[in-house]
């Protein structure tokens, strides 16, 4: 195993690989409780529940996604990467796709399937970079930044922090409501555990938060803490049902929504690899070694996903925690995927982590996504109005393919209007025509 994964030449021993492992779970581990919340649609009120998936074949989904996805990496690229079903993503898929677009959970899982396929066709074929090339480092980092700032809207609308106000759409909510209090309480816990840089600090808030609600009687309190594996038959599978109807695919609709779980996976996947293997110095001579293995576990790990019964599953920068802790291979990676399948025998504390336990950490997790604006060019308005369109109307329009489509329409009229046709990349054209048509598709 020692020679595997090499850990002389990467100076490390078993102890330090599990504990990094171990590191990189605990900062990660909210997502067990957050993406069953999501894509159940939980705490959105007067909307059927079959819209929603069950949150107990999602839990499973979610462990068993993030076990696949960190055993390919740790096993195939050798990386001390973990991945899970990506924040951003699952609110792309449940707000977005299910809520605003109307698309049954069914086929935005057969989109979720699509868009791993191409993302590992064209990392076999090479296509990576040149796409990646394509789109400009300011309206990446915008769509990133606007994703955050949307999962944080619809974090303080779970927690009832932010409801909706007739007279100007939005409004503070209730604060003397006793499960408002708890949100907030959970807010200012976890921002200080952030604060302190304490390990796992988002997960550890989210526990204290849920315990705290128990003790006041805020939260449901389970019946046991460990329990049968609950059935995925609600959602394995069900990624392929849209084949039966090929209109439910073949549409303007269908292919927006696969070109952003394709978009957001892309470059969130890139920029992760590029920060965790810089930070565990594996960068040699301006390459990533073994980058298209790690790429391509990414979007094996998305298609496993998507027959599951998840959202796009990705890489997560919470791997940096584990690297500091001293992972420095893929063991890491492979024992955090064990943890995650140690929990899918967890499963009766999921009642406990309602929209309001769980609404801390998706507000923390947006707040870091912004920091991601400190590198777009405010001094270039040709640059700076679509990277602002784009992250300012995802959370205005509850939709994040909508910011995107109306940053990527301006952009180039923008350059071309500055003076900077030939800076525009072919690629972009593409998608600004690709956008029109999703407009005027989706206002008909």
Same mark, same amino acid.
């Given at each position: 195993?020692?020679?595997?994964?090499?850990?002389?030449?990467?100076?490390?021993?078993?102890?330090?690989?599990?504990?990094?492992?171990?590191?990189?779970?605990?900062?990660?581990?909210?997502?067990?409780?957050?993406?069953?919340?999501?894509?159940?649609?939980?705490?959105?009120?007067?909307?059927?529940?079959?819209?929603?998936?069950?949150?107990?074949?999602?839990?499973?989904?979610?462990?068993?996604?993030?076990?696949?996805?960190?055993?390919?990496?740790?096993?195939?690229?050798?990386?001390?990467?973990?991945?899970?079903?990506?924040?951003?993503?699952?609110?792309?898929?449940?707000?977005?796709?299910?809520?605003?677009?109307?698309?049954?959970?069914?086929?935005?899982?057969?989109?979720?399937?699509?868009?791993?396929?191409?993302?590992?066709?064209?990392?076999?074929?090479?296509?990576?970079?040149?796409?990646?090339?394509?789109?400009?480092?300011?309206?990446?980092?915008?769509?990133?930044?606007?994703?955050?700032?949307?999962?944080?809207?619809?974090?303080?609308?779970?927690?009832?922090?932010?409801?909706?106000?007739?007279?100007?759409?939005?409004?503070?909510?209730?604060?003397?409501?006793?499960?408002? +209090?708890? $949100? %907030?309480? @959970? !807010?200012? *816990?976890?921002? &200080?555990?952030?604060?302190?840089? =304490?390990? #796992?600090?988002?997960?550890?808030?989210?526990? +204290?938060? $849920? %315990?705290? @609600? !128990?003790? *006041?009687?805020? &939260?449901?309190?389970?019946?046991? =803490?460990? #329990?049968?594996?609950?059935?995925?038959?609600?959602?394995?599978?069900?990624?392929?049902?849209?084949?039966?109807?090929?209109?439910?695919?073949?549409? =303007?609709?269908?292919?927006?929504?696969?070109?952003?779980?394709?978009?957001?996976?892309?470059?969130?996947?890139?920029?992760?690899?590029?920060?965790?293997?810089?930070?565990?110095?594996?960068?040699?001579?301006?390459?990533?070694?073994?980058?298209?293995?790690?790429?391509?576990?990414?979007?094996?790990?998305?298609?496993?996903?998507?027959?599951?019964?998840?959202?796009?599953?990705?890489?997560?920068?919470?791997?940096?925690?584990?690297?500091?802790?001293?992972?420095?291979?893929?063991?890491?990676?492979?024992?955090?995927?064990?943890?995650?399948?140690?929990?899918?025998?967890?499963?009766?504390?999921?009642?406990?982590?309602?929209?309001?336990?769980?609404?801390?950490?998706?507000?923390?997790?947006?707040?870091?996504?912004?920091?991601?604006?400190?590198?777009?060019?405010?001094?270039?308005?040709?640059?700076?109005?679509?990277?602002?369109?784009?992250?300012?109307?995802?959370?205005?329009?509850?939709?994040?393919?909508?910011?995107?489509?109306?940053?990527?329409?301006?952009?180039?009229?923008?350059?071309?209007?500055?003076?900077?046709?030939?800076?525009?990349?072919?690629?972009?054209?593409?998608?600004?025509?690709?956008?029109?048509?999703?407009?005027?598709?989706?206002?008909?």
């Amino acid at each position: 195993m020692k020679k595997f994964f090499d850990f002389e030449g990467h100076g490390t021993t078993y102890r330090s690989e599990i504990i990094g492992g171990l590191t990189t779970f605990l900062s990660m581990a909210y997502i067990l409780a957050v993406n069953p919340s999501v894509l159940s649609l939980q705490g959105i009120e007067g909307i059927p529940d079959s819209m929603g998936m069950d949150m107990n074949a999602v839990f499973v989904a979610t462990a068993l996604a993030a076990f696949i996805g960190c055993l390919i990496m740790g096993l195939y690229a050798r990386y001390p990467i973990a991945l899970a079903p990506g924040m951003g993503l699952n609110a792309f898929f449940a707000f977005t796709v299910v809520l605003t677009m109307g698309i049954p959970w069914q086929t935005a899982l057969t989109g979720v399937l699509f868009s791993g396929v191409i993302f590992a066709l064209l990392t076999i074929s090479g296509l990576r970079e040149y796409v990646i090339n394509s789109i400009p480092m300011e309206m990446k980092m915008a769509v990133s930044a606007g994703i955050g700032f949307f999962i944080t809207f619809v974090g303080l609308q779970g927690a009832g922090i932010i409801v909706m106000n007739e007279a100007t759409l939005v409004g503070l909510g209730t604060l003397h409501d006793p499960k408002v +209090l708890l $949100a %907030v309480g @959970g !807010l200012f *816990l976890t921002a &200080v555990l952030m604060a302190k840089r =304490v390990p #796992g600090a988002i997960f550890f808030g989210m526990i +204290l938060t $849920a %315990v705290a @609600g !128990l003790v *006041l009687g805020l &939260v449901p309190r389970p019946e046991s =803490v460990f #329990g049968p594996v609950p059935s995925m038959a609600p959602t394995f599978g069900a990624a392929f049902e849209a084949f039966s109807n090929p209109a439910d695919i073949f549409n =303007v609709q269908f292919l927006i929504v696969v070109l952003t779980f394709l978009f957001v996976d892309f470059f969130d996947t890139a920029g992760t690899l590029v920060g965790v293997a810089s930070q565990a110095n594996m960068i040699k001579d301006n390459k990533l070694p073994r980058g298209g293995r790690a790429l391509l576990s990414d979007s094996i790990a998305t298609i496993a996903g998507a027959i599951f019964g998840t959202s796009t599953t990705t890489s997560y920068i919470e791997s940096t925690a584990g690297v500091a802790a001293g992972a420095r291979t893929g063991f890491a990676s492979v024992v955090t995927g064990f943890l995650f399948l140690s929990a899918i025998f967890l499963s009766p504390l999921i009642v406990t982590f309602t929209s309001e336990v769980t609404a801390p950490a998706l507000i923390i997790v947006g707040a870091l996504m912004v920091s991601n604006l400190s590198k777009v060019r405010w001094d270039q308005f040709e640059v700076a109005v679509p990277a602002f369109l784009t992250m300012f109307m995802m959370p205005l329009t509850y939709s994040i393919a909508t910011g995107i489509a109306i940053g990527f329409v301006f952009y180039p009229i923008t350059m071309i209007m500055a003076g900077r046709r030939k800076e525009i990349h072919p690629i972009m054209y593409g998608l600004f025509v690709v956008f029109i048509l999703y407009f005027i598709f989706m206002t008909e």
